[in-house]
């Protein structure tokens, strides 16, 4: 502040003025924090400084300054893999400068699916495998649906069903899931073929000549079925129904 002492005697007084100026020295009192964010999040680092007058502010990644970051808040939008690294500020005033400790910033993804599974169609008794490409943050985790319900087990990238039954057959999907986020692939569809199965075959029968009679079959396995009669070794045209 601004001090004044006076001097007096019997013949009158005379004042003198001096201006004392404390300079304090220029610490961090509050440092910069790390964070690990969401890619597409936003965040904000912020520093607190005590010093003599105007204080200046300059914020660095990576040891390279940073243009127009000259506040003691730095704000990042949508943060992206390229905002990741190391952050510090420099804080300067007249009587010098001084660095705060880095923050590490890491940016983290949900997972996102690369590769879907493949639709496929399988002989009965053959294996089927199916596979999904994901990436994101570690650790990744995976969970396998069927017709939208989770198959017991089937927690790994891949899913392979060995000696595949009719019962195999539906609609497969996958979770792919981290403490970020998650994501389900697309739709794949599994087809288990049957091969065919007479269970009750033609009767014999006697007709009348000029007369109509019927012979039928009842057979079972994969749609389509597909018909065709013979008589004697040889095909018989059109017949092509049960």
Do not use: H
């Not at 017991?152 to 392979?160: D, K, Q, R």
């Amino acid at each position: 502040g601004n001090y004044a002492v006076e001097v007096a005697n019997s013949s009158g007084s005379v004042t003198s003025r001096a201006t004392l100026t404390v300079i304090a020295p220029l610490s961090i009192s509050r440092q910069p924090a790390s964070q690990t964010v969401v890619a597409g999040d936003s965040l904000t680092f912020g520093v607190a400084a005590n010093g003599t007058g105007l204080l200046r502010y300059q914020w660095r990644l990576n040891g390279r300054d940073l243009p127009g970051a000259t506040s003691a808040s730095l704000n990042i939008d949508r943060a992206q893999l390229s905002d990741a690294g190391n952050y510090q500020v420099v804080v300067s005033d007249t009587s010098g400068s001084v660095a705060s400790s880095p923050a590490v910033l890491e940016v983290v993804f949900p997972p996102v699916i690369l590769a879907s599974p493949v639709s496929q169609s399988v002989p009965a008794g053959r294996t089927a495998r199916f596979g999904v490409t994901a990436e994101g943050a570690e650790p990744l985790s995976y969970q396998w649906q069927v017709n939208g319900i989770a198959r017991p087990g089937a927690t790994n990238a891949f899913l392979m069903l060995t000696n595949a039954t009719p019962r195999d057959a539906g609609n497969y999907s996958v979770v792919v899931q981290n403490e970020f986020g998650s994501a389900v692939s697309a739709t794949a569809v599994l087809l288990v073929q049957v091969p065919p199965r007479i269970i009750q075959q033609p009767v014999d029968r006697a007709a009348p000549l000029g007369g109509t009679t019927s012979l039928s079959v009842v057979a079972e396995g994969s749609e389509p079925l597909r018909y065709q009669w013979w008589l004697g070794g040889e095909m018989v045209q059109g017949a092509t129904n049960a």
